[in-house]
């Protein structure tokens, strides 16, 4: 097997990993919030960012099987960009706690998190997300998926921010 495609489809089977993961975490503390009242608003795009999330991470994966693999120093770099996005979604999800989830939901009475990365800004989640996919092209050697990926899902990502500003009362 071609070393791009080593690199690709262990990257891409990390990336699943962690997704996973994160996906198993969102449901049980979005089973613990609408335990505690948080009800989610009826006009979010999760559902879209559901498929478009991962299937970026796969365009990402073929492109640069099939083009790779990334030179050493476009690699070196995506590893450094995707461990900091990963380790800032680490901060974004520990300083949340149970109140993280992949949905939009705000307990009733509760006030938006304001300490950790959410004193230097409203959205370091999303932020991190740009990391990991920035990271990922970089990694793979994958230049047009990753930009129209990132691209796509900033797009997604701009109309969910509204939605949770507005649930969380700051629009």
């Not at 478009?52 to 690699?75: C, I, K, N, Q, W």
């Not at 959205?123 to 990391?131: D, F, K, L, S, T």
């Not at 949770?164 to 700051?170: F, M, W």
Request: net charge positive; with cysteine.
């Amino acid at each position: 097997m071609p070393i791009a495609a080593i690199i690709s489809l262990g990257t891409l089977a990390a990336v699943l990993a962690v997704m996973a993961g994160e996906a198993v975490l969102s449901s049980y503390n979005a089973s613990l919030l609408r335990a505690r009242g948080a009800v989610e608003p009826p006009d979010d795009v999760y559902r879209t960012m559901q498929w478009a999330y991962p299937a970026a991470f796969v365009a990402m994966a073929v492109e640069g099987a099939l083009r790779g693999p990334s030179p050493m120093t476009a690699l070196g770099l995506g590893l450094g960009v995707f461990g900091l996005a990963k380790a800032l979604k680490a901060w974004a999800i520990s300083t949340l706690g149970t109140r993280w989830s992949f949905r939009v939901l705000v307990p009733p009475g509760e006030p938006p998190i304001v300490a950790g990365p959410y004193q230097l800004l409203n959205h370091p989640n999303y932020v991190a997300v740009c990391g990991e996919m920035l990271g990922a092209a970089l990694i793979v050697g994958a230049p047009a998926s990753g930009i129209v990926a990132t691209l796509g899902f900033a797009w997604l990502m701009r109309r969910r921010i509204a939605i949770e500003d507005r649930a969380l009362g700051r629009r």
